[in-house]
C-alpha cells in the first residue's frame, strides 16, 4: 500500500539549491527583459543598438547571457533526484507521480507561453524532464559523463561548422536580422489588442520552439539536466562543506574559461562563429562558476542567513518566474502600460533587478505564513490532489 507523500517540506530542504534556484531568476529576468521592452529575438544587438544601449548590453551579454539558464535547468535535475530519493524512502511510486507531475507543469508552460509571454520555458522543462526520468536509473557518474558527452560534443561540432562559415564569408550577424517580424512585432506589441498579441504570441513561440529548433533545444537543455541529476546522486552540493578546496578550483577555472568564452565576440569581432561559442559554450562555463562561487558562500553560516530571502524566491522558483512574465508585460504591452520600445536597455536592467528585489522581499514574507508559493500550491493540488498532507 503506497503511503502518503506531498511536496517537499521546509525542514527537509537543501537551502543552496533553493538559492541556485533564486539566483538564476534574477540573471533569467535580466536577460529576458529585453524581449519585454522590444523585439530582441529579431535583431543582433550588436548591429541594431548604439551607444550607451549597446554599452549596456555588453555587460549583459559577457556575464548574464546564455549563463544563468544553465544553472535552473542543472537545478531542475538536482531537484528531481532529491524528490526520487524521498519517494524511494516512502516507498511510493516516484515515476507515476512525476509524469503527472511534469504534465501539470506543460499545462502551467502552454498557459503562460500563449496567454502571458512567448519566450516560456516551462514548456521546454516539462518536457525535457518526461526524458530525463528514465535516465534517472543511471549512476551519477553515468549521467554526468553522458550529459556532458551530449552537450559538449554537438557544440564542438558545430562550433566548428560555423567556424568553417566564418572563414568563407567574414560578413556579420546583422545580415540575419528579420526586418518583417522585427517590424510586426514592435507594432502588434505596441499598439495591438490582446488578441493580435495573442495571435502574435503564438507565433514568435512557434518560430523559436518548431521542430528544427526543438531538437536542439533537447540538446542544449537536456544533457544540463542530466549533469544536475547525475550530480545530486554525487552529493555534490550536500558535501560541499567537506570540498571547499574543490569548489574554489572549480570557481577560478570556470571563470577564466567562461569569460575567455565570453568576451570572444569582442576581442575578435561579431562573427556567427564566436558569438555561438560565446553562448552555448562560454555561457554553461561561466554558470559553472557561478554555481561554484554560491556553494562557496552558502558554505558560511552567516552569509547563508543573508541569502535565505535569495532561497525563499528559489522556494516559490515558478512563481517568481511567472510573475515576472506578467508584471513585465503589463508594464510595455499596448494592454498594459504601452512602454514597448519606449526604454533604454540600462532602464530595463535596473527595472528587472529592481522588480526582482521586491520579488525576494514578497517570497520572505509569503512564505512566513505559507508553506508554498501561489503557483507552487496549484502545482500540488492537481500533483498530489487536495487531500494530501505536508
Not at 503511503?3 to 539566483?23: E, K, N, V, Y
Not at 555588453?58 to 544553472?71: H, L, R
Not at 512574465?325 to 533604454?344: A, N
Request: proline share 3%.
Amino acid at each position: 500500500m503506497e503511503r502518503s507523500i506531498g511536496p517537499t517540506l521546509t525542514r527537509d530542504r537543501l537551502q543552496s539549491l533553493d538559492s541556485l534556484r533564486g539566483f538564476s531568476l534574477l540573471g533569467i529576468f535580466i536577460v529576458n527583459m529585453l524581449s519585454f521592452h522590444s523585439p530582441f529575438s529579431y535583431y543582433n544587438p550588436y548591429e541594431w543598438w548604439q551607444y550607451d544601449d549597446l554599452t549596456s548590453y555588453m555587460w549583459v551579454d559577457i556575464f548574464v547571457q546564455a549563463s544563468f539558464y544553465p544553472i535552473f535547468a542543472m537545478m531542475f535535475g538536482y531537484g528531481m533526484v532529491l524528490m526520487q530519493d524521498r519517494f524511494r524512502i516512502k516507498d511510493t511510486s516516484f515515476l507515476k507521480v512525476s509524469v503527472r507531475r511534469l504534465l501539470v507543469l506543460l499545462v502551467f508552460g502552454i498557459i503562460h507561453a500563449f496567454l502571458v509571454w512567448h519566450g516560456d520555458i516551462l514548456i521546454t522543462y516539462a518536457l525535457m524532464g518526461l526524458l530525463l526520468l528514465p535516465m534517472l536509473r543511471l549512476s551519477g557518474p553515468l549521467l554526468l559523463s553522458i550529459g556532458a558527452s551530449i552537450y559538449i560534443l554537438p557544440q564542438l561540432f558545430m562550433s566548428f561548422i560555423f567556424i568553417m562559415v566564418s572563414v568563407i564569408d567574414t560578413s556579420t550577424l546583422g545580415e540575419f536580422t528579420d526586418i518583417m517580424n522585427l517590424e510586426l512585432s514592435a507594432e502588434v506589441y505596441a499598439e495591438g489588442t490582446f488578441w493580435e498579441i495573442t495571435q502574435r504570441r503564438i507565433l514568435d513561440w512557434y518560430m523559436a520552439n518548431g521542430p528544427a529548433n526543438f531538437v536542439m533545444i533537447i540538446f542544449m537543455i537536456l544533457p544540463l539536466m542530466m549533469i544536475g541529476a547525475g550530480a545530486a546522486k554525487l552529493k555534490w552540493l550536500e558535501k560541499a562543506n567537506h570540498r571547499k578546496g574543490l569548489w574554489t578550483i572549480v570557481f577560478f577555472v570556470f571563470l577564466l574559461l567562461g569569460l575567455a568564452g565570453k568576451i570572444l565576440p569582442l576581442a575578435f569581432g561579431q562573427t556567427i562563429s564566436y558569438q555561438y561559442i560565446q553562448d552555448m559554450v562560454g555561457g554553461p562555463l561561466l554558470s559553472v562558476a557561478y554555481i561554484a562561487i554560491i556553494v562557496l558562500l552558502m558554505s558560511n553560516r552567516f552569509i547563508a542567513k543573508i541569502f535565505k530571502p535569495l532561497a525563499s524566491a528559489g522556494r516559490m522558483s515558478i512563481t517568481i518566474y511567472v510573475s515576472q512574465s506578467i508584471i513585465g508585460t503589463l508594464i510595455f504591452y499596448s494592454y498594459g502600460l504601452g512602454l514597448y520600445g519606449k526604454i533604454s536597455v540600462a532602464e530595463g536592467t535596473w527595472l528587472a533587478i529592481g522588480i526582482f528585489v521586491l520579488q525576494v522581499i514578497f517570497a520572505e514574507i509569503w512564505l512566513s505564513k505559507f508553506k508554498q508559493g501561489p503557483i507552487e500550491k496549484l502545482w500540488r493540488i492537481f500533483t498530489y490532489g487536495r487531500d494530501k498532507k505536508t
